[in-house]
């Protein structure tokens, strides 16, 4: 990751990502899902005493989850994939890949996990674009060009109105705005 993120936020949102206390072997690492400000933050000050003020909530998710997410380190919303970007459910967890690697901190198979990581890295990226691809909303429009909205409700409606509304009651119309 580049120095921005290699910080002390960073460090507790791994920890909390892998539900690692103080005392805790990382090779008891786990996946769980956690929302930002009840998951990951609650868990930073009842496991480390390090409390965040509300308003860091953003400086979580910007600089440091999506970041995470883009290095394939975490994956966003694992468990409802199609929620919209703005939903307040959305949700992390520490990526199997990175999990599996994670596990294998001092000890002796360490190296090899990473080197084997590192190998994977860039397929893993491919791989998760490739599902973050999935998820979106096609619009196809009256010129056949296909446009991909991010998932939601709202962009569904917005794809039916596209393509099943206006070329019912709007023949010939011209899309301006999406």
């Known amino acids: 990751l580049p120095d921005a993120q290699q910080n002390e936020i960073s460090g507790y949102t791994l920890l909390a990502l892998c539900n690692i206390k103080e005392s805790d072997k990382w090779s008891k690492s786990c996946r769980r899902s956690h929302g930002i400000t009840k998951g ?5 000050a009842k496991n480390y005493q390090k409390d965040y003020a509300p308003n860091t909530r953003e400086t ?32 992390y967890a520490i990526s199997q890949t990175v999990l599996e690697t994670i596990k294998k901190y001092s000890t002796s198979r360490w190296k090899k996990a990473v080197n084997e990581f590192n190998e994977k890295a860039g397929q893993l990226m491919t791989i998760y674009n490739k599902e973050r691809e999935l998820a979106r909303v096609p619009v196809k429009l009256a010129t056949g060009q296909v446009l991909h909205l991010s998932p939601g409700k709202h962009n569904k409606v917005q794809a039916a109105i596209v393509e099943e509304f206006a070329s019912r009651f709007a023949p010939g119309a011209i899309l301006l705005y999406l």
């Open 60 to 91: 979580f998710r910007r600089q440091v989850l999506h970041q995470f997410v883009q290095a394939g380190i975490a994956d966003y919303n694992p468990d409802i994939p199609d929620l919209p970007v703005n939903s307040p459910r959305a949700h």
């Open 40 to 44: 990951i933050m609650s868990f930073i």
